[in-house]
């Protein structure tokens, strides 16, 4: 299994708060994405990265912001958080973009829940 | 607008027999294509993948074949176990999966014993 940890793996949190998810990975990847899974729309692109401080929106990057400051992190920040972004969110790193390593691996999940 | 599209939501298979789940695509520039199993509370498991330039692609029990005049793709599992069922998400990519991945809404595979 690829080295990937999500924290924290559940929260609870209240409308207009913020919240970071991280997402850290030990296998030196150089390419990490967010999803977000909800029933009925399979897994949407929220941001990813492809270096150190090099990322950009996916499809679904409304209200949601990114950082990564080293290799191995790949933050999410939910800027104000609202009940519609109560999902699971999912990591996944890959080892580039080019052709033949395009396979993405996952991480566990959070499971986050807005009131 | 759908680019990945998984039209059963379930299937039902009994053990030992031949599970085929299906994907279709409309996006042509799609070059790359997964499949993923996923059990409840946990990630998403590579499964097995193929690219464009081939037609099909085999490992173990699954087998995927990739129709691209007809923008089909689908997964066989031969022979179906129980420990086989679960969601299967089939996902796409275009330009080496640099922009990340687009994912089917999923199918339920039940292994009836």
């Known amino acids: 299994d690829a080295g990937i940890t999500q924290s924290p793996r559940h929260k609870v949190t209240e409308t207009g708060t913020p919240v970071t998810l991280r997402c850290h990975q030990t296998?030196?990847?150089?390419?990490m994405y967010w999803y977000r899974q909800d029933p009925g729309h399979g897994l949407r692109l929220i941001h990813y990265?492809?270096?150190?401080?090099?990322?950009d929106k996916g499809e679904v990057s409304d209200g949601y912001s990114v950082s990564r400051s080293k290799t191995e992190d790949f933050l999410l920040t939910l800027e104000s958080a609202t009940s519609s972004q109560t999902s699971v969110y999912f990591c996944?790193?890959?080892?580039?973009?080019?052709?033949?390593?395009?396979?993405?691996?996952f991480g566990p999940g959070t499971r986050l829940l807005v009131l | 607008d759908q680019q990945v599209k998984q039209n059963s939501p379930s299937l039902s298979v009994q053990e030992g027999r031949i599970s085929i789940l299906n994907c279709d695509y409309t996006n042509s520039m799609f070059d790359y294509f997964l499949w993923y199993k996923k059990y409840p509370a946990e990630g998403p498991t590579f499964l097995i993948s193929?690219?464009?330039?081939?037609d099909k692609n085999e490992d173990g029990r699954f087998t995927v074949f990739l129709n691209k005049s007809a923008k089909h793709l689908s997964l066989h599992i031969v022979p179906s176990q129980p420990g086989d069922s679960a969601v299967y998400f089939c996902a796409a990519s275009a330009r080496g999966g640099a922009d990340g991945l687009t994912f089917g809404k999923g199918t339920h595979l039940i292994i009836q014993p």
């Open positions: 193929i690219s464009s330039i081939k």
């Open positions: 296998e030196n990847h150089r390419y």
């Open positions: 990265s492809y270096g150190v401080k090099d990322t």
């Open positions: 996944a790193i890959s080892e580039s973009g080019g052709t033949g390593k395009e396979t993405q691996y």
